[in-house]
């Protein structure tokens, strides 16, 4: 069995810089409540700058990810809200 490392993909290195990484975990899915990604948990204009954007500014919505994570594991329900809804 070969122990060598594997070679990154070119599509690999798009991904990683020597900068503060970003947080993109390839899952790319904007929630419509709160216009935020599900997988990095930034907004559609924090994605777009990340590239221009200075390391104070990346470091800043990296401090707040943790605070919007929560915004994502309120539930809406379930079926007790549906039985609710109808009446029951």
Sequence with gaps: MDDTPAK???ADRVWS???IDSPCIQVCVVHPQTRLCTGCLRSIDEIGAW???TPEARRAVMDQLS???ALHKVRRGGRAARLNRRGH
């Design 67 to 69: 605070e919007r994570e």
């Design 51 to 53: 590239s221009s954007m």
């Design 8 to 10: 990154p993909r070119p």
């Design 17 to 19: 810089r020597a900068e």
